[in-house]
């Protein structure tokens, strides 16, 4: 019986060594964990603080590049309108000229048109006049 107690002993000093152990070795890995996922914390926060300032940035070099877009955008849209403007102007003074030319003409013609109709009223009242010999 001596045998069992002694060995029933030694069995639970032995066991409760290895508890011990493997306590201990438990709350090293705890430590470890927690000091592992406080990094990774430390790191996430870093770079959600980063973050807001990289956004910013971003938002702010997205809005100047849309900004100078735009300017390009009016700078193309006035000139083409300005050549447009131009070549209507052109246009309507090619056709300004071209009323011009033909009244010109048309006020020829009535010129001719009204010689011609005196010559012709002369030449009528010289052969209506009485021949005196």
């Known amino acids: 019986m001596r045998f069992i107690v002694v060995s029933a002993m030694a069995a639970s000093l032995m066991f409760g060594t290895n508890?011990?152990?493997l306590a201990e070795e438990a709350t090293d890995f705890g430590s470890?964990?927690?000091?592992?996922?406080?990094?990774?914390?430390?790191?996430?926060?870093?770079?959600?603080?980063?973050?807001?300032?990289?956004m910013g940035?971003?938002?702010?070099?997205?809005?100047?590049?849309?900004?100078?877009?735009?300017?390009?955008?009016?700078?193309?849209?006035?000139?083409?309108?300005?050549?447009?403007?131009?070549?209507m102007k052109s246009e309507m003074k090619g056709k300004r000229e071209a009323l011009k030319a033909k009244k010109h003409e048309m006020k020829k013609a009535a010129k001719a048109k009204k010689a011609k109709a005196r010559k012709h009223a002369k030449d009528a009242t010289e052969s209506l006049e009485p021949v005196a010999h």
């Open 57 to 87: 940035e971003d938002f702010k070099a997205q809005q100047e590049e849309t900004k100078s877009e735009m300017k390009t955008k009016r700078e193309k849209m006035k000139s083409e309108m300005k050549g447009k403007r131009d070549q």
């Open 19 to 21: 508890l011990v152990a």
């Open 32 to 54: 470890e964990l927690t000091s592992d996922v406080g990094s990774l914390a430390n790191e996430a926060k870093s770079e959600m603080q980063a973050q807001p300032e990289q």
